[in-house]
């Protein structure tokens, strides 16, 4: 099998922070790979090592084949890469920006004409390609990232959170555009907070946490491994979470997880109206103002709640750009 993207007991450090530990991938060519983890777990600074912008300090990288530290002008021919922060000059067009993109990548006119046309329309911007990006708003300007990104048509592209501030319709325009890509053989790796977007794109997913990677398979096979089915208490007051996690950790398979906001509290079950009557009577006793109450399968929430105890969104947070760029 062929290996779009290959690392090797990758690492690297910010004086003394561990920001990435040893991590192996194999990403097969044509695939999605999503790399999930709460902030801090070292997403981006594994997108930065492997489209060169950082340079590791142990282990190796390659890219279709080719050595991200040896071979990095030849690595930078073969990606397109969509950061965190939109790319862009404001003081140009939209359409001069995609313009002066395809020059850069010596396109030749008419295919820049062509796939410029396209992206503006597929990204909903032809009616303001002659505005100056600085008059865009963020989601705009997150769209035409984006394009540029693929305006090359790249054989690896990397998407660091790339929906971050589009709305729903983009949103799922962006996923079919990702989608499009994997079809005609590129290999995406995605790093997104949005598990939906996760659960909807990736082949696989690897979980980092920590600097390092600690579950790795389908989305499925995550699930799965989670155990069966979840029970889902709402309560309206966040100062009762906690009693109700402990009254449901007393009887569920598993510890109960208290999630994002603080008033949600999961917990694995066996099922059946037994687990349900069970529930009722540990919550009356327990006396919290229940809002919503539901029985489900797992998703890739209770993945991460039960991989890494938090959401996708905890507070920590890797070092910022200019650190990175410092070291």
Known sequence: MEYAIETH?????????????????????????????????????????????????????????????????????????????????????????????????????????????????RFNLTGVADRQVKTYSGGMRRRLDLA???????????????????????RIAMWELVREQAARGA???????????????????????????????????????????????????????????LALGEWGMGPAVIGEGGRRVSVPVDGGIDTVAAAVSALKGEGARIVDFSLRKPSLDDVFLSLTGHGTRAQDSEPDLESENAA
């Not at 450090?13 to 999930?36: F, W």
């Not at 142990?58 to 969509?82: F, P, Y």
């Not at 990548?105 to 008419?110: A, E, F, K, T, V």
């Open 9 to 121: 007991d990758l690492s690297k450090s910010y004086e003394r922070h561990k920001a990435l530990d040893a991590l192996n991938l194999a990403v097969p060519q044509g695939t999605i790979l999503g790399l999930l983890g709460p902030n801090g777990s070292g997403k981006t600074t594994t997108v930065r090592l492997l489209t060169t912008l950082l340079r590791p300090d142990s282990g190796s990288c390659r890219i279709v084949g080719l050595d991200v530290v040896k071979q990095a002008k030849e690595v930078r021919r073969n990606i397109g890469l969509a950061g965190q922060y939109a790319a862009v000059d404001e003081r140009l067009t939209g359409l001069e920006n995609l313009r002066l993109i395809g020059t850069l990548y010596h396109l030749g006119r008419r295919t820049v004409r062509s796939r410029v046309d396209d992206l503006l329309d």
């Open 148 to 170: 540029a990104c693929l305006l090359a048509d790249p054989p690896v592209v990397f998407l660091d959170e790339p929906t971050t501030g589009l709305d729903l319709i983009n």
């Open 187 to 245: 290999t995406v790796l995605l790093t997104t907070q949005y598990l939906e977007e996760a659960d909807q794109l990736a082949d696989r997913i690897v979980v980092l946490n920590g600097g390092r990677a600690i579950a790795e398979g389908t989305p499925d096979e995550l699930k799965v491994g989670v155990g069966g089915e979840r029970l889902e208490v709402t309560v309206d007051d966040p100062s009762r979470a906690q009693g109700v996690a």
